[in-house]
Nanobody, 119 residues
Framework: VQLVESGGGSVQTGGTLRLSCEAS?????MSWFRQGSGNKREGVAS???????VYADSVKGRFTISKDNAKNTVYLQMNSLKPEDTAMYYC??????????????????WGQGTQVTVS
């Protein structure tokens, strides 16, 4: 399965961006991770096929993850962006029936990443 992300870019503080990630095959759980300069990769949001979600505390109330199961595509709506949200954002997925989770070792497939810069 291949994952292709899109939607990154540069915005000002308080702005919005919407990321998309399309999977080439069926997956059960899809998630977003990010890695800022000099930081470890961290989980941002996760969603499974039945709609259950989990979010990192740092993005709760600002980011929304959603999934179009028919298109095998996950979205990340990012509102009220802050400079600390600047990072490379990666899509991850697994076909295994797991609960939504933000631990990167659980995932089988990864995208190439899309850069988000907030200034």
């Amino acid at each position: 399965v291949q994952l292709v992300e899109s939607g990154g870019g540069s915005v000002q503080t308080g702005g919005t961006l919407r990321l998309s990630c399309e999977a080439s095959g069926d997956v059960y759980c899809m998630s977003w991770f990010r890695q800022g300069s000099g930081n470890k990769r961290e989980g941002v949001a996760s969603i499974v096929i039945d709609g259950r979600t989990v979010y990192a505390d740092s993005v709760k109330g600002r980011f929304t993850i959603s999934k179009d199961n028919a298109k095998n595509t996950v979205y990340l709506q990012m509102n009220s962006l802050k400079p600390e949200d600047t990072a490379m954002y990666y899509c991850a997925a697994t076909p295994r029936s797991v609960a939504p989770r933000l631990t990167e070792y659980e995932y089988d497939y990864w995208g190439q990443g899309t850069q988000v810069t907030v200034s």
